[in-house]
């Protein structure tokens, strides 16, 4: 069964209405009768998280948002209107999506230049976000490893993309290429930065743990022909630290999202 969307009084931020996604002249149905609403929190900001099994169509509701992909029909709409050419949303992927050849500072401010920002303004606004995820004293690095590590290049990305719109951030695996320990501590960073520019997030994971950590609602997909089969609303304290992952609620949550995931067909 898929999950029914309410829509209350809030304003909506994202909306994916009736989307269908085939393949080979219509013979293959990757996405089916999708439905996604995500109302804004205004100067609060939100974690939407994405799970499900692999292949069922993540990466692609991630791609219809940020206007890499069109699907075959259904209806894409920011902010109840739908989706312009124009709208610009950035996107962190699993592997590091920073150009090399440019610094750190070029790459975060490179959204910007395409915007026709003066080179000063630019710059400025590009060094307010590298404070923000901690770059600062890197900036005229080149962006690539191992001048960089892991995950300071995964802060590169995320800087460029609020840059790019504040707003909304779409996160892809983010730390999947990342060892434990970078992991965990880049899951802290990103609370830390939410809570300073309260984006909307929308956070790709194979990881319950990490999803249920940092996520405020949790979106179960199917197999395919996939749409969203189980809604889980996080009911633990909007600030969280690592503390929280000994909290029995944490491990009731972890569980119970583990044993729906495992009920799916693969
Ligand atoms: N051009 C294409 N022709 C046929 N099938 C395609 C095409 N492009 C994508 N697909 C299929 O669309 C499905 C969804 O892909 P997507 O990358 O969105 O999955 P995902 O949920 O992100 O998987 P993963 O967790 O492995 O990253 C996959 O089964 C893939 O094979
Ligand atoms: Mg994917």
């Known amino acids: ?23 080979d002249n219509g013979k293959t149905f990757v996405i089916k009768d999708f439905n996604l609403l995500i109302e804004d929190k205004p100067n609060q900001g939100q974690f939407v998280v994405l799970l499900g099994p692999s292949g069922c169509g993540k990466s692609t509701v991630l791609r219809y948002v940020t206007g890499l992909q069109t699907p075959t029909s259904g209806e894409v709409l920011l902010k109840s209107k739908p989706r312009q050419e124009s709208d610009r949303i950035g996107m962190v992927f699993q592997q590091y999506s920073s150009f090399p050849w440019l610094t750190v500072l070029e790459n975060v401010a490179l959204g910007l230049k395409f915007r026709n920002i003066p080179k000063n303004e630019r710059n400025e606004m590009a060094m307010a976000m590298i ?26 990305a995320i800087a460029r993309s609020l840059l790019v719109n504040n707003e909304i951030i779409l996160m892809d695996e983010p730390f999947g290429a990342l060892d434990t320990n970078t992991r965990l501590r880049m899951q802290d960073f990103l609370i830390d930065v939410w809570l300073k520019v309260h984006p909307t997030i929308i956070l790709v994971t194979h990881d319950i743990s990490e999803a249920v950590y940092l996520g405020d609602d949790v979106y179960i997909m199917s197999t395919a022909p996939s749409n969203i089969v189980e809604y889980i609303h996080i009911d633990l304290p909007f600030n969280r630290d690592r503390n929280i992952k000994r909290d029995k609620r944490f491990t009731e ?14």
């Open 1 to 23: 069964m898929a999950v029914i969307f309410e829509n209350t009084v809030l304003p909506d931020i994202i909306e994916l209405r009736n989307i269908n996604q085939s393949y």
């Open 131 to 156: 404070k923000i995820v901690g770059l600062e004293g890197h900036e005229k690095k080149y962006a690539q490893y191992p001048t960089l590590s892991g995950g300071q290049l995964q802060r590169v």
């Open 253 to 266: 949550l972890t569980h119970f999202i583990e044993d729906k995931m495992m009920s799916l067909s693969m």
